[in-house]
């Protein structure tokens, strides 16, 4: 988790050191980065804390229905 936390602290700060030479296109990648790191951080909080308590029935339904795509999701961005 480690490389997550440095990645939500560190990315601001590359952003905001070349802002003016990235503009707006720089911003949207910024912000489709952060927020994939995020979506990746909260599915391993979910995978360490939350999935293992659960009966493995209901793991297999969760990750390939809805909650599957959007951690796809969260890989890709």
């Known amino acids: 988790m480690g490389g997550v936390g440095c ?3 560190g990315l601001p700060a590359v952003y905001l ?3 003016h030479k990235v503009g707006r296109t720089g911003f949207i990648a910024a912000l ?3 927020l994939g790191l995020i979506g ?3 599915f391993v ?4 804390a939350v999935l293992p308590s659960l009966p493995q029935a209901l793991v297999q339904q ?3 229905g809805p909650t599957g795509m959007a951690i796809f999701g969260a890989v890709i961005l």
């Open 62 to 64: 969760l990750t390939e």
């Open 17 to 19: 050191a070349q802002r």
């Open 32 to 34: 489709a980065a952060g």
């Open 45 to 48: 909080f979910a995978n360490a």
């Open 7 to 9: 990645g939500l602290l």
């Open 40 to 42: 990746i951080a909260g």
